[in-house]
């Protein structure tokens, strides 16, 4: 029923993507991050409904006579750059056949990032992505979080098995990120129903980040906590909320999950993070010693054997920093902290030029919201393998339509304010009458 139900939404929608390009890219992020096709048990699960609905968009781009334009602006332009050195990084790989094979996949993510780039141009269009992110991640929200109040927290919390987020850090992480969105669609909801269902999501997502037993997510989640309640024009009030849901969010966790918190002052004695610092050590060692890095796929024994303090401990990057480092060089990890800044200064450029501009309000709303999800990002992602989840690729996305737009609509003014003093201004010399 599931497989049918699904294969019915995804070929239903394929003639309005052919009609409206937009349609198809919220359709691909839906798929791309929530990934309904895990969630069945037959035919669909191994169906390719992301290549469907990437085909019919891309036909729909050609087809369609709206204006086709991909904004270039800086960080576009460094996420050109970004895309081009992967590929570069690739053909002088370690490991040339698995890496070709990871650059595959990840450059698929790219080409939907610049049509999505193409595509959303609209407020209503940003407005439906944040929603499609909201749902479908705040599906696995919900779900965790009531998993996390039946079993008290004794079990953890696991992503959609086969996904970037089928671990319980990355669905954590995933979630943390999510709470600032819906926070942004609750205040801007004029319906009550609406409100108190994305109060109630948000509170789960909470929990379930916690059920997760995520270090890394209790560090994310504290520094988007303190960045939102810094940025929210609501202190008091807001000051209040988290000072009440914290402590009813931790009486869910057992002595277990409290333990594990706890190890995180004492990471000389964690062999997991001990794990973590040698593979960070053996990327830095393997930059220094290829300017290109190793290209993907380089967490194999024979690498650490070559570049790691220990050889023996072979693991994951678990770091995005360290993760460009190593797999694309110096030159990798600059261009990828380059985009984080650039697209945090075009965030921090829309809330100072809308602070007092009624009508774009909205816009200083969401821009801070999605600073606040992408300081979320920032710390867990220090832990975790996710340089190239595509949610922070959507939310720069989002940030640069919605800066192109906040530039429209200020230029507009502007030209409308000199049009009508050139009206009430007398030409030069002419005499006044009193």
Not at 13 to 38: E, F, Q, R, Y
Not at 160 to 170: K, Q
Not at 423 to 430: I, V, W
Request: hydrophobic share 55%; net charge positive.
């Amino acid at each position: 029923m599931r497989d049918i139900l699904l294969t019915l939404i995804i070929f239903g929608s394929l003639p309005l993507i052919i009609k409206t390009p937009a349609i198809g890219g919220l359709m691909w992020v839906w798929v791309s991050v929530m990934n309904p096709h895990t969630m069945s048990w037959g035919f669909a699960m191994h169906f390719p409904f992301a290549m469907t609905i990437a085909i019919a968009t891309l036909l729909s781009v050609l087809l369609t006579r709206e204006r086709k334009s991909l904004p270039l602006t800086p960080i576009t332009w460094t996420l050109i750059m970004f895309v081009l050195w992967m590929n570069v990084t690739t053909s002088l790989a370690l490991f040339p056949h698995t890496s070709f094979e990871q650059l595959n996949k990840v450059m698929k993510i790219m080409l939907m990032t610049f049509v999505i780039l193409m595509v959303i141009k609209k407020k209503e269009d940003i407005h439906r992505l944040i929603w499609v992110l909201v749902i479908s991640l705040g599906y696995y929200g919900v779900k965790g979080g009531l998993f996390t109040i039946r079993t008290g927290g004794s079990e953890r919390v696991w992503g959609p098995e086969g996904t970037f987020i089928d671990g319980n850090n990355e669905i954590a992480l995933a979630l943390i990120m999510t709470i600032p969105l819906m926070y942004y669609l609750q205040q801007n909801s004029t319906r009550k129903w609406v409100q108190r269902g994305l109060t109630a999501m948000m509170l789960l997502s909470a929990l379930a980040a916690l059920g997760s037993y995520s270090r890394g997510a209790l560090l994310a989640i504290a520094a988007m906590v303190i960045f939102m309640w810094f940025k929210s024009s609501k202190k008091i009030v807001l000051g209040v909320l988290i000072a009440l849901a914290t402590p009813m969010l931790l009486f869910f966790m057992p002595a277990g999950w409290v333990g594990r918190m706890d190890s995180i002052s004492n990471y000389q004695t964690d062999e997991s993070a001990q794990g973590r610092l040698n593979a960070w050590r053996m990327a830095y060692n393997l930059a220094k010693d290829r300017f290109c890095g190793g290209g993907f796929s380089i967490y194999e024994p024979s690498v650490f054997s070559m570049y790691a303090p220990d050889p023996n401990d072979v693991h994951a990057a678990h770091s995005i920093y360290f993760q460009a480092l190593g797999e694309h060089g110096f030159v990798g990890l600059a261009l990828y902290l380059l985009l984080g800044i650039l697209t945090w200064r075009s965030g921090a450029w829309i809330i100072r030029n809308t602070q007092k501009v009624e009508h774009l309000r909205w816009a200083l709303s969401l821009a801070s919201m999605i600073q606040a999800s992408l300081v979320g990002f920032a710390v867990g992602g220090a832990f975790l393998s996710l340089l190239y989840f595509d949610v922070p690729y959507y939310l720069m996305a989002a940030i640069v339509t919605i800066r192109v737009l906040v530039e429209q609509e200020l230029r507009g003014a502007s030209v409308a304010c000199i049009l009508a003093t050139d009206k009430l201004t007398p030409p030069f010399g002419a005499v006044v009458e009193t």
